[in-house]
């Protein structure tokens, strides 16, 4: 399991970390490198935290949610899709809500 999430997580982390690294490297004190090290792994470690935290409020959420399961499936499948065709036409600019 941790060899496959491994696997998912490397292309969201290694070109940050990487670029972090770089810029940590740069800093004119070990300690500017260190810190910035410090926030970075705070906030990739703040997420898995709060989800230790309150696993058991998840778990009863998702219980209630088992029901919806079929739907929400289906929902995503079809999300999945669109983004698909959107890229797959190139088409991606037709999402571009900040000139609005």
Request: aromatic share 12%; hydrophobic share 60%.
């Amino acid at each position: 399991m941790g060899m496959a999430f491994a696997a998912g997580w490397t292309p969201c982390i290694g070109p940050i970390l990487g670029s972090l690294l770089i810029i940590a490297g740069s800093r004119e004190t070990v300690g500017q490198g260190t810190g910035l090290l410090a926030l970075y792994s705070v906030g990739l470690a703040l997420p898995f935290l709060l989800l230790a935290a309150f696993a058991h409020r998840l778990i009863a959420f998702l219980k209630g949610t088992v029901r919806f399961m079929p739907y929400i499936n289906a929902f995503a499948g079809a999300l999945l899709i669109f983004m698909g065709v959107i890229l797959l036409f190139n088409k991606l600019y037709l999402l571009d809500f900040t000139g609005m």
